[in-house]
């Protein structure tokens, strides 16, 4: 009786044990950075650019397959707002200081903006066309910008409906682009300066179902994320009408297309990276995001990076999904988990991307009961067999001495 705290502290660490064993094997990681990231862009080579919309701005390089960025292009210490890819590797960025907007200019593989081209004030969210045409959404003058390719100043510049939130470009250079507070997608053909048509995303009432989210796929199939009507808008080529919906729960903010035609979902609410598989057209099962996802897009290797702005210590996480843990949940694995945060090695000096403290810790918090479990289990042993050592010698004193 009088050790059965010890047995209680024995059998509490050992649960610990258990309880964290799980943490062990997780197939996601994290990719560290310092700063805000809100957009993101994966190259042919499958190198990110991460857009910071932090102290200092910049844009973070990440090889393929890293756990940091090697380096980071200057913005001349303005946040970026948008990013885009050219299809010879060119890479795009809006940037903004309250007074002027901008359109920097990186040659592919380039270590800073060679040049760059002013837009309205703003927040910027950018695509770029096949032939290199750059689209830049004005938000607060509910137009969209366009700059021919190699441009060095805005060529035309479109009205569209009220918020414009994002611009996805299909092969042939038809621009669409989400008006989130209007509840409407514009059609913008190649070259045209004026809409050609407008797809109406409102509900029964006439309030805006908040298009946000826009992807254009191989086939030029465009799907939209609705946030009020928490579903995926699907326009078929050619279409001036939706011609079904996918549901999606949670408010979904953001989607990527994949090659095969596989669409990936970041919802907000529920903090969620769903997965809809081409041949089902239908949520196929989903991941937990380590924060609130926002923008994500989809390697070469089929991972999917997601941002998570404003959640951890240093202003937002980064979370890279395998391809191998996407494809287990989409066949109905109950084994989900959210990215793992291994522990980073140690940065050269002057590096500009660093361990996410935040992250780290909330999900090491696992191993660390681990850690404690084993030393309770370890103490408390000790201490039983000492007892009991030290029973038997003065039960056989107490022989010897009668």
């Known amino acids: 009786m009088k050790y059965r705290w010890a047995t209680f502290t024995a059998v509490f660490g050992a649960i610990l044990g258990l309880a964290a064993a799980p943490a062990v094997a997780a197939p996601d990681e994290a990719i560290y950075v310092v700063g805000t990231p809100v ?4 190259a042919a080579d499958g ?23 090697t380096r980071t292009i200057s913005t001349g210490g303005h946040p970026a707002t948008g990013l885009a890819l050219g299809p010879d590797g060119t890479l795009y960025v809006a940037t903004t200081d309250g007074y002027q907007g901008a359109v920097g200019v990186v040659p592919a593989g380039g270590a800073a903006i060679a040049r760059s ?34 441009g060095t100043a805005v060529d035309r510049t479109v009205k569209v409906g009220a918020g414009p939130a994002e611009v996805a470009v299909t092969k042939d250079g038809t621009a669409f682009v989400t008006s989130q507070t209007a509840g409407t997608v514009s059609v913008i053909p190649a070259g045209a300066a004026t809409v050609s048509k407008t797809i109406e995303l409102v509900s029964d009432t006439g309030t805006s179902e908040e298009p946000h989210g826009i992807a254009a796929g191989p086939d ?3 799907y939209v994320a609705n946030i009020k009507s928490s579903d995926i808008a699907v326009v078929k080529p050619g279409a001036g009408t939706v011609a079904e919906r996918i549901y999606v729960e949670g408010g979904p903010q953001d989607v990527a297309i994949a090659q095969d035609g596989s669409l990936y979902v970041t919802s907000l609410l529920t903090r969620k990276l769903s997965v809809i598989r081409p041949e089902t057209m239908d949520v196929a099962g989903s991941l937990p995001t380590d924060g609130g996802p926002g923008h994500l897009a989809v390697a070469p290797d089929g991972s999917v990076i997601v941002l998570s702005p404003g959640t951890g210590a240093t202003g937002g996480l980064v ?23 291994a522990a980073p090695a140690a940065a050269p000096a002057g590096e500009m991307a660093a361990a996410q403290p935040s992250s780290g810790s909330w999900n090491a918090l696992p191993a660390v009961a681990g850690g404690v479990a084993a030393a309770v289990v ?17 039960a056989a004193g107490a022989s010897q001495a009668g």
């Open 39 to 42: 957009r993101v862009a994966i």
């Open 47 to 69: 190198t990110a650019y991460l857009g910071n919309y932090g102290p200092g701005g910049g844009v973070f390089v990440v090889p393929a397959g890293a756990a940091r960025a």
């Open 117 to 150: 081209i002013p837009v309205s004030a703003g927040l910027h969210p950018l695509a770029a066309g096949p032939d290199g045409t750059v689209y830049v959404a004005n938000p607060a003058g509910n137009t969209l910008s366009v700059i021919a390719p190699s």
């Open 220 to 222: 030029g199939t465009v």
């Open 319 to 341: 979370s890279r999904f395998s391809a191998a843990a996407l494809a287990e949940v989409s066949q109905g694995s109950t084994a989900a988990t959210p990215p793992a945060s």
């Open 378 to 394: 370890g103490v408390a042993v000790w201490i039983l067999v000492n007892a009991r050592r030290r029973k038997a010698g003065l």
